[in-house]
T-cell receptor
């Protein structure tokens, strides 16, 4: 399917376990992002990637690891999940046109519960 | 850092009424984006604004980029039940090398009574 997809859509895990959330986009956008959404905080940037093999920290990176070996994929790993990482996670990609139009498109989200 | 204030936080309206919400920033933005989020889904882009004073429509939705470049508003005319959801504004500045970064408002929760 065209666009940006995330998997799984729902995940329940236990404290201390490693979890990987997947993100795939079919547009070949250079920039990709991971956000978490929590009540009272809105959307917060975890990590972003400007291109394959280029990643950098966002606002709340602690406890997360990312990689980007291919342009279309941007997985997010929680190395040792904690309850505070219970959240809804959104992946996004940035579309910049030659005309200067610059937007971000979001995936459907992964709802993660850490018990 | 940049701050975005979105208001109102929530609105309860009757079907058919018009709706207005706005975002104000503590600093200048070069881009304003408006998103809608349905329950259990990701934000969907509604309208993108790139120039001060720009007024853009998407069906019953109209958004404007404020002249000062520190605010934007979104209007919905003749609301219908499927307009229910959370509406987010997002702004992009041009501070050094971080022009990729969006600053998000906290959202306006819209409820439409049939």
């Amino acid at each position: 399917d065209a666009g940006i997809t995330q998997s799984p859509r729902y995940k329940i895990t236990e404290t201390g376990r490693q979890v990987t959330l997947m993100c795939h986009q079919t547009w070949s956008h250079s920039y990709m992002f991971w956000y978490r959404q929590d009540l009272g905080h809105g959307l917060r940037l975890i990590y972003y990637s400007a291109a394959a093999d280029i990643t950098d920290k966002g606002e709340v990176p602690d406890g997360y690891v990312v990689s980007r070996s291919k342009t279309e994929n941007f997985p997010l790993t929680l190395e040792s999940a904690t309850r505070s990482q219970t959240s809804v996670y959104f992946c996004a990609s940035r579309d910049v046109t030659t005309g200067g139009r610059d937007t971000q498109y979001f995936g459907p989200g992964t709802r993660l519960t850490v018990l | 850092g940049q701050q975005l204030n979105q208001s109102p936080q929530s609105m309860f309206i009757q079907e058919g009424e018009d709706v207005s919400m706005n975002c104000t920033s503590s600093s200048i933005f070069n881009t304003w984006l408006w998103y809608k989020q349905d329950p259990g889904e990701g934000p969907v882009l509604l309208i993108a604004l790139y120039k001060a004073g720009e007024l853009t429509s998407n069906g019953r939705l109209t958004a404007q980029f404020g002249i000062t470049r520190k605010d934007s508003f979104l209007n919905i005319s003749a609301s219908i039940p499927s307009d229910v959801g959370i509406y987010f504004c997002a702004g992009r500045g041009n501070s050094g090398g971080s022009n990729y970064k969006l600053t998000f408002g906290k959202g306006t929760l819209l409820t439409v009574n049939p």
